[in-house]
């Protein structure tokens, strides 16, 4: 079998990241500022936006030099300490592997120069040089589950909010991950279709993104902390009475069965779309919130008894 790290980054599966980023960032040409998250970088100049990259152990310098990058960064003097949340994390099995915490790390900042890997294209540039965002757990309180970021970045990073900044969108991925994994197998199942044509696949697959974006919306802001208002989920006011309606036929008779949240919230249209997509409703411990599979199971249960009230009423003015 051949060994995949001896294969050209062209001829890798990953070349499809790097395709679609080059294809973005062509049609973006006239945008003021492009930032792609990714393990790898694009050679195409005219596609290339500027990156942020989580990386492991590299080797830093020319070749005969033997400090690590990881260790090149710790030499730095740290710069701030800030707390961030690390969500919770299950294995492809469905287990539990990491529980949701909010962890402490100190945050480090330089450049380096990163040489070119010995299986890479002798053509590539020997070495390259970037911007470092070194971020490390202060006090896990478990070693295996600590937080250890290095993003390599092509972004300017000369203060401590700079390192901050880079910190916040790299962080972005814990919603650009599961939004990718809702259009798949965690709601809207889009791969199962069967459409092989390639423009109704991608128009397909647009359509499929919309819907992802609407779950992860409510799964985010489902406990209220983003306040956003009603108005973002629905189409018309007219709908409020059918959700009205159907929300006291879900409320229970004590008061932890009740929806909590604000009637002119996203929150309380999420609470509402999460116990018809079969959440219990309790938010005590032990219990876990809707995540997207519940909430898209909801949501197309809603928009239906939503739509059959519109049209209940219609029907009774004529």
Known sequence: MEDHKKRAADDKESRRWLDGVETVGNGLAEAASRTARATSMTRSPAARPTWICGCGPRR?????????????????????????????KRGTDGKP???????????????????????????????????VVDVRDVDPPDPEQRVRWCLLTTHAVDTPDDARRMV??????????????????????????QITTPNSLLKLVVVA?????????????????TGQPLTDV?????????????????????EKLQNPYD?????????????????????????????????????????AMVRGFLLANHSAVI
């Open 60 to 88: 830093t310098g020319r070749a005969g030099e033997q400090l690590g990058l990881f260790e090149a960064c710790q030499q730095w003097t740290e710069v701030d300490r800030s707390l961030i949340k690390v969500p919770a």
């Open 97 to 131: 592997q990491r529980a949701e915490r909010t962890a402490l790390v100190a945050v480090r900042f330089g450049a380096v120069t990163i040489r070119r890997p010995a299986t890479a294209d002798k053509a590539l540039p020997e070495t390259l040089t970037l911007r």
């Open 168 to 193: 916040r969108w790299y962080q972005l991925r814990w919603t650009i991950e599961p939004v990718f994994r809702t259009m798949k197998t965690g709601g809207v199942n889009v791969e199962t279709s």
């Open 209 to 225: 993104l919309i819907a992802a974006i609407r779950i992860m919306q409510m799964v985010i802001g489902r406990d209220g902390s």
């Open 234 to 254: 629905i189409a018309e006011p007219a709908e409020v009475p059918a959700l009205q309606a159907i929300n006291a036929t879900l409320q229970g008779r004590t």
């Open 263 to 303: 009637p002119a919230s996203l929150a309380w249209y999420a609470w509402i779309a999460a116990r018809l997509g079969g959440w219990s409703g309790y938010t005590s411990k032990g219990y876990k919130p809707a995540g997207p599979k519940i909430i898209a199971r909801g949501l197309k249960k809603l928009d």
